[in-house]
C-alpha cells in the first residue's frame, strides 16, 4: 500500500488541514490515485482540467475484519482475500484501520464498496483489524489507537463531504456480529 503508516494526510483521497469548504470533488485528480497508482476516479474535463466525479454519499458504516484480537493484519491481506478467494474486483472496504491505528486506504472512495449488502452505493465502509476474542466469538477487540483513528477518518469524511455523513455498523443492516458492537452505543457522541 503506498500509504505511510501514521499518515493520515497521505491517505487516498483525504487531505487533512483543508480550508472550509474544500469539496473531494475540488481535488485534482493525482489525489485519486489507488494505492497501487493508477487512476482511479471518473474524470471529467472542466476548464482543461481533469476533476474526479464523486458519487453520492449518505453514511458511514463500521465493520470489523472478523480477526482474532491481537491477529495484525493489513489492508493488503483483506484484499487478498476479497479478490483472490473471492474474486471480486478489488478489496470491499474503502478504508482499512490496523491495530495500532495506522489507516489504509482500500477501495478508492469514488467507487462504491462491497461490504453491505443493499447499501453500498452510497456509503463509506471502515473496516478495523480485528472484533474476534481466542475462539473466534464476536468481541470488542478495537485499540484505543484504532478508536482514535476510527474518529479522526470520521470526522475527516465529514468535512471533506461538507455534511452529517451517518454512522452506522454492519450489524445495523444484517443479521450479523460485525462490527462486535453497537455503533450507537460506542460512538453514541459522533452519531
Ligand atoms: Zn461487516
Redesign the pocket.
Known sequence: MNVVPGSFAKCVGIKLGWEPGYRLIEMPPRRLKTASGSPTAKHKNQGGKLYPVMREINRIII??SATREGQDIDAATIKKWHTEDRGWSDIGYHYCIKLDGTLEAGRPLDRAGA??KGHNSDSIGICYIGGCDEDMNPKDTMTPAQEHAMRELIFSLRMVWDKELTLHG?NEYAS?A??SFKVSEKFADIL
Open positions: 465493520h470489523c461490504h453491505v454492519h450479523k460485525c462490527p
